[in-house]
T-cell receptor, first 112, second 111 residues
Framework: DVKVTQSSRYLVKRTGEKVFLECVQDMDHENMFWYRQDPGLGLRLIYFSYDVKMKEKGDIPEGYSVSREKKERFSLILESASTNQTSMYLC???????????FGEGSWLTVV | GQQVMQIPQYQHVQEGEDFTTYCNSSTTLSNIQWYKQRPGGHPVFLIQLVKSGEVKKQKRLTFQFGEAKKNSSLHITATQTTDVGTYFCAGQGAGSYQLTFGKGTKLSVIP
């Protein structure tokens, strides 16, 4: 079974803090994604990476950055957290030539 | 950019009633996928449709891909309480890495 692991399930951070959300997949997938999910807005793509050290902006990249130094790991960084970044963050991965996306269990971030 | 519209946003049904959710893309898709997210859970892949006019069935679930490859539907026959959750469609444009998700349809089933 494919496993996508998000290290932090629940976080509470203060406004202005730097936040790291880590994601690891164990299936040698080339592509990795970060989405945020908010009620009524569905899943919105923040960034994706189609290979190591490669990244592309998704639909809502403002306020976020990412890092992909190793194939299995994709990190989402909030340089200076703000209250409007309170959300659930979902990491996902897939093979380049496969279409199915495998999601992690999500990280619930609250910024106070 | 590519947009995927999904309706309805919410649907409440009595157990045993049928349920349908619809997706429409602004552009022609290479494939469309459907995911289910249980309350408190994460989206889980259900199925992928690739061919124009394709119809696939999984027990009580029927998935259709339109002839123009711009729309799709998911129909559940005789809903059960285990069907509760949010159903998302996700479309992939030709030559694109990205999947664009619809906003989802949240299904509630009243016992």
């Amino acid at each position: 079974d494919v496993k996508v692991t998000q290290s932090s399930r629940y976080l509470v951070k203060r406004t202005g803090e730097k936040v790291f959300l880590e994601c690891v997949q164990d299936m040698d997938h080339e592509n990795m994604f970060w989405y945020r999910q908010d009620p009524g807005l569905g899943l919105r793509l923040i960034y994706f990476s189609y290979d190591v050290k490669m990244k592309e902006k998704g639909d809502i990249p403002e306020g976020y950055s990412v890092s992909r130094e190793k194939k299995e790991r994709f990190s989402l960084i909030l340089e200076s957290a703000s209250t409007n970044q309170t959300s659930m963050y979902l990491c996902a991965s897939r093979w380049t030539f496969g279409n199915t996306i495998y999601f992690g269990e999500g990280s619930w971030l609250t910024v106070v | 950019g590519q947009q995927v519209m999904q309706i309805p946003q919410y649907q409440h049904v009595q157990e045993g009633e049928d349920f349908t959710t619809y997706c429409n893309s602004s552009t022609t898709l290479s494939n469309i996928q459907w995911y289910k997210q249980r309350p408190g859970g994460h989206p889980v892949f259900l199925i992928q449709l690739v061919k124009s006019g394709e119809v696939k069935k999984q027990k009580r679930l029927t998935f259709q891909f339109g002839e123009a490859k711009k729309n799709s539907s998911l129909h559940i026959t005789a809903t059960q309480t285990t069907d509760v959750g949010t159903y998302f469609c996700a479309g992939q444009g030709a030559g694109s890495y990205q999947l664009t998700f619809g906003k989802g349809t949240k299904l509630s089933v009243i016992p």
